[in-house]
């Protein structure tokens, strides 16, 4: 069982062609890759350490793991993908990519010091099983970081409802084809997306606390 939604990794692999994110570097690429890996124990790596990243997507995240380590695979199901990815990270020798989905088996059992995935699991046909993939490949004891889609348990009721809202929106926007989710998702960042984040940053000029503001990330 190859564990892959096809029609999601195409619309994926179209996205970051369109936005490669290579212009996230320096301060905020560094506070973004902070907020995930402030809890990722580094010091219990051992000299030499080899890991792994599910789904590497651009290689935003994988720009700032490499240069700790001595060696890091990407793995994405995505041509596309892996190609954005092989732009972003060309300055860096000691990684490798693999074009292959989680359950595919893309690295031996028991074989990396640790590893990661942020965002992507949930994007699979059985995230349970992409997550016993990922364990298998790890040595016993091993970390691994992981984030994935949450109830917004440490959210307001009101947020939960209004994403649900959102939610209704996206899934017919993501029905469509790509030129006109292009068309929408861009035409909805700027009347939307743009100026609440917008008013978050000046609400945190003044001192207002935005944690829970619209888009204050």
């Known amino acids: 069982m190859k564990n892959i939604d096809y029609k999601t990794v195409k619309s994926f692999g179209d996205e970051w062609n369109r936005f490669s994110q ?50 890091l695979t990407c793995i994405d199901p995505s041509f596309e993908s892996i190609a954005v990815a092989k732009r972003r990270l060309a300055h860096l020798s000691n990684i490798v990519f693999l074009n292959a989905g989680v359950s ?36 016993p004891g091993a970390p691994f970081l992981i984030y994935l889609y949450y109830n917004f348990d440490n959210r307001p009721k009101w947020y939960y409802f209004l994403w649900q809202a959102s939610d209704i929106l996206r899934k017919v926007i993501s029905s469509t084809p790509n030129w006109m989710k292009s068309f929408l998702t861009n035409f909805f960042a700027l009347i939307f997306y743009f100026p609440l984040a917008r008013i978050a940053f000046f609400g945190e000029k003044i001192g207002l606390k935005v944690d829970n503001w619209l888009l204050s990330s």
Not at 32 to 59: E, H, M, Q, T
Request: proline share 7%.
């Open 104 to 139: 595919e088996k893309p690295l031996p059992p028991n074989s990396q010091d640790f590893g990661y995935s942020l965002g992507v699991l949930h994007h699979v046909l059985d995230t349970a099983l992409a997550l016993r993939d990922c364990v298998e490949m790890l040595k």
């Open 22 to 71: 290579e212009e996230l570097i320096g301060k905020e690429h560094r506070y973004l890759f902070d907020r995930y890996f402030n809890i990722f124990p580094w010091n219990s790596l051992p000299k030499g350490a080899r890991g792994f990243d599910v789904v590497c997507v651009s290689g935003r995240w994988a720009a700032l793991v490499a240069p700790r380590i001595k060696l």
